[in-house]
Nanobody
Framework: GVRLEESGGGSAQAGGSLRLSCVDSGNINVNYCVAWFRQAPDTEREAVALFKTGTGFTQYGASVNGRFTASRDNAKNTLYLQMDNLRPEDTAQYYC???????????????????WGQGIQVTVSA
């Protein structure tokens, strides 16, 4: 299996920035999808960034496109999520997830991903 651990959450003011990190156990190869999801209270889990290892191609959720950037340092087994121009509606629990890739794209459905981190809270104040 794959173990994932998030770090870097916390609080920020609107317009500010935070960077999340997701360290994996080292079993992720070039044919994986590694993703960031988020979930606010009483809402469904939402795909934020879907990162295809091997190519680095990333798909972003519409609400974060242009503000968030995902990247991966393979030497450190770490996926990052740089979050800029934060908004109060970005407040949520953020999760890192991973799955072996089965097609050319990485699905945005959380049910596709068998491996999850424990989640980390991000709070943005107005």
């Amino acid at each position: 299996g794959v173990r994932l651990e998030e770090s870097g959450g916390g609080s920020a003011q609107a317009g500010g920035s935070l960077r999340l990190s997701c360290v994996d156990s080292g079993n992720i190869n070039v044919n994986y999808c590694v993703a960031w999801f988020r979930q606010a209270p009483d809402t469904e889990r939402e795909a934020v960034a879907l990162f295809k290892t091997g190519t680095g191609f990333t798909q972003y959720g519409a609400s974060v496109n242009g503000r968030f950037t995902a990247s991966r340092d393979n030497a450190k087994n770490t996926l990052y999520l740089q979050m800029d121009n934060l908004r109060p509606e970005d407040t949520a629990q953020y999760y890192c997830a991973a799955a072996p890739r089965t097609s050319q794209t990485c699905p945005g459905s959380s049910s596709f991903y068998p491996y999850w981190g424990q989640g980390i809270q991000v709070t943005v104040s107005a």
